[in-house]
């Protein structure tokens, strides 16, 4: 209810100066609804770029990449503590530990750059790792050797700029192919399939080569693995992976690789759901998983392996479909990419760092000889006895470099201030047991790595597939492919159903179900599964195919019904009808064929019909005999007709004219 004025402590602004008010707030709105779009579009790009999708260079999230260099800075040859190791990354990943830790971990189950000791988990299993502080890691030798060089990194602040972390870490290797890599970000997500590493090694030296290499899955799982629409791992293509199921006797599986991307309770599980819906008749399941996968799975009596093991594929988690989804931050942005891509962009840019590694090597092996060289002119020269009676530090310098100016047309740069005062800083002892000879030899080892280096740097491709030749000489041991790449057609759960439903007709109603086993009229239709189609014909000439349900309508009068077989293309159907409109009998064979659908009425008769037989291929023809009704110009009332002298056609035809007459009855001829 409205006060009035008197009873408020603040009058009422008046009808003018409300307007002015929400004029003057507007713009205050107008402004928070922009910060919104603003900071939405801040939040998804923050959790592409920095949280979700790996960097091209790298194939590193950035908490992986910030793990790894907090790994760096505290390797000395030991393990660390998780714990110890995850506090340190968080002076570098602006969150909690938990995260870190998770990646961590998942990182080290990859077994590439982490050594591990302790309960690390288990990837079969599904068992997680022990505590933090419990267990203990540090780098991998092969981690050591391509990861890191603090010489070819990009440098940047961390999130409180106390200290410098990388922007990509300069790894000469294509990482992401071998780890793989999963992420969820803002409407978008990223899903890179782990390679195998020796296959990834010879694809970078064939890429080298010019050669257009092919890469495919390999899961530290096993199974086997049908890339048939793999599409280079691009986003739309598919792998279908399956466990690998022995037949060890006739009343027992065994399950001894279990397909990527599932864990050993949850195919447990899946298994014994699906007996539990009568989709599979097996007697019981027994986990002897330890290091390796084994699910022993025991049978009925009288069980077919191949088909129980079909099935399995069908309704269990012993088959599972992946969709790759190749993402990269590429130029500061997601790009969808490729397999190849990701293995020709790695391999150039591993060249390259080499390259990068070669030239500072070079310039220091430069540099080394220049030193070197003016030590041993100040030495054996004595020029640094000519320095001793100088009174500034000026004169120190030009006493030397006068001094140096005669020798040094030999040296390959000019003498700089900082060169002299270098030679200021070598100590008497030193300079007393100086020996030209081994002098000269340091710097003819130094000459020849430079002449070395050169050779490299002009040879470049050469150096790169040795680079990659010996990653594989030295780390491919205990690496081999563990998927088994094969093709395998589809199977459909239809195919291998349990026949676990009893299915009943009532004829004269037109009635097909599982629920009509209580009907008088009705009577037994056979065996099926819930999830076959029955197929029936009516006395009108209709068909319809209908999922077996608990009680559906095929039209009174039924003909003929059964379990429907999409594709037969050998059961023959022999038809007699009347047309409804001429009232003339046509007589027609035909298949069932293909693009027939669930819940549509066909027509395959113009009429009623007079005559069905099935026959299982098209050589069985029955013989029949047509009997005319009297009337005026009959004579001869039977007309013997064998279905043999007709062609089978489709189910759509009209047929071929067996009498104008109306027809009285049909028999079986002889």
Sequence with gaps: MRKNNADND????????????????????????????????????????????????DGLKPVQRRILHSLKELEDGRYNKVANAVGNTMKYHPHGDASITDALVGLGQKDLLIDMQGNWGNIITGDPAAAARYIEARLSKFALETVFNPKTTQWTKSYDERNDEPVTLPVKFPLLLAQGVEGIAVGLSCKVLPHNFIEILDASIAILKGKTPALFPDFLTGGFADCTEYQDGRRGGKVRVRARIEVRSPNLLAVTEIPFGTVVPNLIASIVSAHQREKIKIKKVDDNTSEKAEILIHLLPGSDPEVIRNALYAFTECEILIHPNAVVILDQKPSFTSVSDILRISTERTRDLLRQELEIRLGELNQRWHTLSLEKIFIEKKIYQKIEECETWESVLSTIDRGLAPYTKKLKEP????????????????????DSRNADDELR???????????????????????????????????????????????????????????????????????????????????????????AISRDGNLKVNKVTEKEFFGADIQYATIFQRGDTSTTYNLLYEHKETGATFAKRFHMGDGVIRDRVYPVAGGKILHLTVSPNPEEAPKLVVHLKEGPGIRIREIPFDFATLAVKNRTSLGNRVTKNKVQKVTRGK
């Design 10 to 57: 603040q009058p009422e602004l008046p009808l003018a100066r409300t307007s002015e008010t929400a004029r003057a707030v507007a713009p205050a709105l107008k402004h928070v609804d922009g910060m919104f779009e603003t900071w939405f579009v801040e939040y998804a790009s923050y959790v592409i770029l920095d949280r979700a999708v790996p960097h091209i260079n």
């Design 415 to 434: 003498v700089t201030p900082e060169d002299c005062a270098h030679l200021t800083e070598i100590k008497i002892k030193r300079i007393s047991k100086f």
């Design 445 to 535: 080892k130094i000459q020849e790595a430079i002449g070395e280096t050169k050779g490299f740097l002009a040879n470049l491709t050469a150096y790169a597939v040795a680079w990659f030749q010996n990653l594989k000489k030295k780390y491919s041991k205990g690496r081999e492919r563990r998927t088994e790449i094969t093709t395998f057609s589809a199977i459909t759960a239809a195919s291998v159903a349990h026949a676990n439903t009893k299915l009943f007709i009532n004829k004269k109603d037109g009635f097909i179900g599982w629920n009509l086993k209580k009907d008088d009229a009705a009577e037994p239709l056979g065996d099926c599964s819930d999830l076959d189609d029955v197929m």
